[in-house]
């Protein structure tokens, strides 16, 4: 079962930053890493993607945190950062890592971190 291990999470004024990170263990053999991302859910409100980065370098972002958000990828470690900066309050929510990856070229498979608390106070 891969383990996605997130920290960075916290309470922060509105205008400030916070750095998420996320490494994920594989426990054996495994293909390849496709994409890993950010996923977050406010309160009453459907889980959305943040951002998410390739294999190759390829990034999305969700329309209201460009600009604002960096997400970074480091292969050799199975990390990748999200770098949150002016914060806004409506950035509050739990976010999740995410990972898709390939057991072996016909199998793939997802997994999710447990989750981190990120607070912006107004």
């Known amino acids: 079962q891969v383990q996605l291990v997130e920290s960075g999470g916290g309470l922060v004024q509105a205008g400030g930053s916070l750095t998420l990170s996320c490494t994920a263990s594989?426990?054996?053999?495994?293909?390849?890493?496709?994409?890993m991302g950010w996923y977050r859910q406010a309160s009453g409100n459907q889980l959305e993607l943040v951002a998410s980065?390739?294999?190759?370098?390829?990034?999305t972002y969700t329309d209201s945190v460009k600009g604002r958000f960096a997400i970074s990828r480091v292969n050799a470690k199975n990390t990748i950062y999200l770098q949150m900066n002016s914060l806004r309050t409506e950035d509050t929510a739990v976010y999740y890592c995410?990972?898709?990856?390939?057991?072996?070229?016909?199998?793939?498979?997802?997994?999710w971190g447990q989750g981190t608390q990120v607070t912006v106070s107004s």
């Open positions: 594989f426990p054996g053999i495994f293909f390849s890493i496709e994409t």
């Open positions: 995410n990972v898709n990856y390939y057991r072996t070229p016909d199998h793939p498979d997802v997994s």
């Open positions: 980065i390739t294999i190759g370098g390829s990034t």
